[in-house]
């Protein structure tokens, strides 16, 4: 069991973070919604908004479990199912983030330098592509916990309850890690580079073309949230490769105490690095501009009306210098 210092530091940590980043999660949906930004047409933002949810999910489902295991200092309930529906969702839905930014990647540098293409391939490449990113890691996490061939020895003491006993498998515990987290962080890296290598050479073009001033903050984003995951996933990967590989205790302590936590940043961190990219909602979230929510409807009631009066006192206006400009004509 975890000191119980560390432990109560931890949950204040998270649960002092879970908060504004709930706040957060929420003003995007709403300003997202009410704005239209959601559509067909802007395929930049759908990877986004699954993005989001997804993080948002894992804060309102994942989250509170670990506020109860970090407080109380034990699993609760104490049973194996509840176990096995933690260990499949906590991986799940990490691996979801990961390999929505793997996809997102790589399709941002086709929205930049392709994105006709792109348009006219949505129905093959686009939609199919979250789909599967966002179905595939609940399914196989869900099939090896509860379905693999081996017994589930869960330790309530541990975070995860200790893990599944697949991890424990040479064989499908390797497969896990090259499919579902050593290759989505290694395509995180390439396809940034090989966007930032273009960028970088085609960037006074772009200029030329009035493409980069469209796609800037399409690509900040990317760059943010990128270098976000691999702060946090390339250390968590390299630890793993050597536990699996080589010694399967190294930075044991390490990986219990601080990694497995240090996961959380992204998901509550998420939100507002997704706002750079997205300056209509930026724009409303501004103090000054709060008062539009509630005197919106109000205001549009009385459009019409004032609209009215306007157009009524600009005729007149027009008139009066009219009719002197006759009279002086006929005088």
């Known amino acids: 069991m975890d000191p119980y210092i560390y432990r109560l530091s931890r949950f204040i940590i998270l649960f002092i973070f879970a908060i504004p980043s709930l706040i957060c999660f929420l003003l995007i949906f709403f300003f997202l919604f009410k704005n239209g930004e959601i559509n067909h047409k802007r ?4 990877i986004i908004v699954v993005f989001l949810f997804c993080n948002f999910f894992l804060v309102t489902t994942e989250l509170p479990i670990t506020l109860i295991y970090s407080y109380e200092g034990y699993v609760l309930p104490q049973i194996e199912q509840f176990c096995s529906f933690w260990v499949a969702h906590n991986y799940g839905l990490y ?25 006219r391939w949505r129905f093959i490449v686009h939609y199919p592509g979250i789909f599967i990113c966002f179905i595939y890691p609940p399914l196989f996490y869900h099939l090896v916990v509860n379905f693999y061939p081996c017994e589930n020895n869960y330790d309530y003491e541990y975070y995860v309850c200790g893990g599944a006993c697949y ?5 499908i515990s390797i497969i896990d890690y090259l499919l579902n987290v050593a290759s989505p962080t290694i395509i995180i890296v390439l396809a940034n580079m090989i966007l930032l290598y273009r960028v970088i050479n085609q960037k006074r073009a772009m200029k030329l073309a009035n493409t980069w001033q469209k796609n800037q903050l399409m690509y900040v984003q990317l760059v943010s949230i990128s270098v976000l995951y691999l702060i946090i996933w390339i250390p968590f990967v390299i630890i793993s490769l050597i536990r699996l590989f080589y010694d399967p205790f190294f930075l044991q302590d390490v990986i219990l105490l601080i990694i497995n936590y240090c996961l959380y940043i992204i998901p509550l961190v998420s939100p507002f690095s997704c706002l750079i990219g997205l300056p209509k909602v930026r724009y409303q979230l501004r103090r000054r501009h709060w008062h539009s929510l509630w005197a919106h409807s109000i205001n549009h009631n ?17 008139i009066l210098p009219s009719r002197q400009l006759e009279n002086e004509h006929i005088c």
């Open 43 to 46: 395929l930049q933002n759908h």
């Open 95 to 119: 691996c979801v983030g990961l390999m929505l930014m793997a996809f997102g990647s790589i399709e941002r540098y086709f929205l930049i330098f392709h994105e006709r293409l792109m348009h």
């Open 167 to 171: 991890q424990f498998e040479h064989v």
């Open 302 to 318: 009385r459009i019409g009306p004032a609209r009215t009066m306007d157009v009524v006192r600009t005729r007149q206006q027009h």
